[in-house]
C-alpha cells in the first residue's frame, strides 16, 4: 500500500518533507515510525487523514501520515 509521509519541524532534519513510501498492509504509525528510525517517546502528534491518531493506528492505501515532534515555546 502507499502512505504519504509527511514531516514536520526537526523530524526533517536529514530527511524529507514529504515522501510517498510503500508498506505492508496492516502497517501501524508505531511501525512507520521504527522504519523511519524516531523513536516513540519522540512524537509528539501524529495526524492521519488530518485526525489525530494513536501510535498502534492502521495505516491504510491512501492514507497521509503527518508526523510532529513535541512543540514548545512561549
Excluded: C, Q
Excluded at 500500500?1 to 514536520?8: G, N, P, Q, S, T
Excluded at 485526525?51 to 491512501?62: Q, Y
Amino acid at each position: 500500500m502507499k502512505v504519504e509521509i509527511r514531516l514536520f519541524a526537526t523530524f526533517r532534519n536529514g530527511r524529507w518533507k514529504t515522501k510517498i513510501m510503500d508498506f505492508e498492509d496492516d502497517t501501524s504509525i508505531k511501525d512507520v515510525l521504527f522504519h523511519l528510525n524516531i523513536r516513540y517517546d519522540a512524537l509528539g502528534i501524529a495526524l492521519v487523514n488530518g485526525k489525530h491518531s494513536d501510535i498502534d493506528e492502521t495505516l491504510k492505501d491512501g492514507d497521509v501520515l503527518a508526523l510532529f515532534p513535541p512543540i514548545g515555546g512561549g
